[in-house]
């Protein structure tokens, strides 16, 4: 039996793939909630995930759907303020699915390779950029990340203090290792006492994964 394919069908077709194609997901968490301790608690780790991740995923989508309004009904008054909250929810999303990766129960240690080579390159030392980036994201006032991304005008490493998950970034910078630096990532265990989390992250970055995007974006620029 063929189905008859209809003017109002396709437009219902059409509408459907709208709303849903592109639709962005809570990505799973590469380990347990509680693989983290005594570093980051699990009670942390899932409220953040499940709760305020979610809600990043959950506004980017929901502000897709408003943009898509907007323009079938050619009402941009509110456009301003939907690009605004677009650019904070999809920056939230996306850095924190780079921060789940980011980590891991066997990190820490130092990387090596092409990517400790461009570190010592851009930096001077592996210990120069660890005290930068622990600055620049113990530093953040109010909320934000500190955030280790590659320039790929200058072919170089640099570091960023990131206001919410969107400003102060250079254009076209890509970030390779971020940590960070919303109270809700940290303040249940560690309170006011920022740079003692801090820390504690250095213990578990996963430099296979920050090699990995690094090789992959330089790789791309060449």
Known sequence: MHMRITCNSVEALLINRRWTMGAYTLPDMPYDYAALEPAITGEILELHHAKHHAAYVKGANDTLEQLAEARDKGQF??????????????????LHSIFWENLSPDGGDRPDGALRAAIDEHFGTFEAFQKQLTAATSGVQGSGWGVLAYEPLGGRLVVEQVYDHHGNVGMNTTPLLVFDAWEHAYYLQYRNVRPDYVER??????????????????SQAG
């Open 201 to 218: 992250l250095w213990t578990l970055v996963n430099w296979d994964d920050v090699a990995k995007r690094f090789a992959d974006v330089t």
């Open 77 to 94: 008054g509110g456009l301003v303020g939907l690009e605004k909250t677009f650019a904070f929810h999809l920056s939230g999303h996306v």
